[in-house]
């Protein structure tokens, strides 16, 4: 035998209601109450409605469409909201973000660490295009670049590069670790010097060094 399913009995948030979609019957608890009274309460309404027919024409009673409801027996259920009318409008960028903005390609971060002086060896491109352009590493370094891209033009003199009003250029950040691996990419690893071996010292009293002192 199938079990009859009770997914149209109901508590609606808008007004704290028990409803039965199926017969549009309700009950609003007078709240505060104890949580297992609450439970209670809830248990009864479930059993008297859970053999409730479905009707062939909505209930005028049904809860408004979008409302957050919670099924007794399933759990919470937050069917989507409706859209903002108002939405709120995207954040305007900064002037630096206008004049200088991050580079999302390997091409474009190739000019803006060109514009720093850079110039990257076949080794070193190699080694920058496996950076992905959508991790975290090339975000670094592209940020880093054009920071640095932007310190490097204003500190022009003004008559080549004019002063823009509002124009806050950031400090340069430190050298991202990504682009020190890249800067170093093709370069010969200096051998580490070999430490000295200590040979074992004799004990002897220090009246005996001394001595031999």
Not at 8 to 20: A, K, Y
Not at 29 to 45: H, I, K, N
Not at 82 to 106: G, I, M, N, W
Request: glycine share 4%; charged share 25%; with cysteine.
């Amino acid at each position: 035998m199938t079990r009859p399913t009770t997914d149209h009995v109901v508590f609606t948030l808008d007004g704290n209601l028990f409803q039965c979609t199926h017969c549009g019957g309700s009950h609003e608890p007078v709240l505060p109450m104890p949580l297992l009274r609450l439970s209670d309460t809830a248990r009864g309404f479930l059993i008297m409605h859970r053999l409730c027919p479905k009707p062939e024409t909505p209930s005028p009673q049904l809860p408004l469409p979008h409302v957050t409801v919670c099924t007794i027996e399933d759990g919470w259920t937050d069917p989507a909201p409706d859209a903002d009318p108002d939405p709120e409008p995207p954040p305007v960028p900064s002037k630096f973000d206008q004049l200088y903005p991050r580079a999302r390609t390997h091409p474009a971060l190739l000019d803006d660490l060109t514009a720093c002086g850079f110039i990257l060896t076949p080794e070193q491109c190699a080694k920058l295009l496996t950076v992905h352009e959508d991790t975290g590493k090339f975000d670094a370094i592209a940020d880093w670049a054009r920071k640095l891209k932007a310190r490097t033009e204003r500190s022009q003199p003004m008559d080549i590069v004019p002063p823009i009003a509002g124009l806050v250029v950031p400090l340069v950040p430190p050298m991202p670790e990504a682009w020190t691996e890249i800067v170093n990419a093709g370069k010969p690893v200096a051998a580490k010097p070999a430490k000295k071996k200590r040979g074992a010292r004799p004990l002897t009293s220090p009246k005996a060094r001394k001595e031999e002192e």
